[in-house]
């Protein structure tokens, strides 16, 4: 692929994930303001943002047909944001007295690291032809703490309840 059209698809991609995402998260404030319909409306436009990522994705060639290289991608970049983004990130927000943005900044820099460790973890049982082993991860809808099997009784880095912990199983 010539490099202006790799070029394109990557900021193509970047766009689409970011408003899937952002029109996830205005589906929420919607469905909070009980405005049911316009929160679909976001969602489902949300998915062909999504539709539109995976293609260009699955043409840059992305994903592996090997779990395990895709496991390391997410290890990589985990390890970027523990390692790079987020700390620098971080340091600014402090350096300019930016409150929320250096909590922001601390609480996924807290989650990343446990993502890591959980990806190094699977790439480790998917080289064996395994499975992940966790029934149920918890996620902390504040900070984004991750736990496997059983949520805490509060967050360890936001001091969230338990009962507000979210479970994928």
Same mark, same amino acid.
Do not use: W
């Given at each position: 692929m010539r490099e202006m059209t790799r070029q394109?698809? $990557?900021a193509a991609f970047a %766009?689409?994930?970011m408003a899937h995402m952002k029109y996830l998260i205005f589906a929420e404030e919607a469905e909070k303001k009980g405005l049911v319909r316009l929160s679909n409306l976001f969602k489902a436009i949300a998915y062909a943002e999504y539709v539109h990522a995976k293609n260009h994705f699955k043409v840059l060639k992305k994903l592996s047909d090997e779990m395990k290289e895709n496991v390391q991608t997410c290890i990589d %970049?985990?390890?970027f944001e523990? $390692?790079?983004m987020y700390p620098v990130y971080k340091n600014s927000a402090e350096f300019q007295d930016e409150k929320e943005a250096v909590r922001s900044t601390h609480f +996924?820099? $807290? +989650?990343?690291?446990i993502h890591a460790e959980m990806y190094k973890k699977a790439k480790d049982l998917v080289e064996k032809g395994e499975? @992940? !082993?966790a029934e149920k991860i918890y996620i902390c809808p504040i900070c984004g @703490? !991750?736990?496997e099997e059983e949520a805490p009784e509060r967050c360890p880095v936001c001091g969230a309840p338990k009962e507000k912990f979210v479970e994928f199983k």
């Amino acid at each position: 692929m010539r490099e202006m059209t790799r070029q394109f698809l $990557e900021a193509a991609f970047a %766009g689409e994930s970011m408003a899937h995402m952002k029109y996830l998260i205005f589906a929420e404030e919607a469905e909070k303001k009980g405005l049911v319909r316009l929160s679909n409306l976001f969602k489902a436009i949300a998915y062909a943002e999504y539709v539109h990522a995976k293609n260009h994705f699955k043409v840059l060639k992305k994903l592996s047909d090997e779990m395990k290289e895709n496991v390391q991608t997410c290890i990589d %970049g985990e390890t970027f944001e523990i $390692e790079e983004m987020y700390p620098v990130y971080k340091n600014s927000a402090e350096f300019q007295d930016e409150k929320e943005a250096v909590r922001s900044t601390h609480f +996924a820099l $807290e +989650a990343e690291k446990i993502h890591a460790e959980m990806y190094k973890k699977a790439k480790d049982l998917v080289e064996k032809g395994e499975d @992940y !082993t966790a029934e149920k991860i918890y996620i902390c809808p504040i900070c984004g @703490y !991750t736990v496997e099997e059983e949520a805490p009784e509060r967050c360890p880095v936001c001091g969230a309840p338990k009962e507000k912990f979210v479970e994928f199983k």
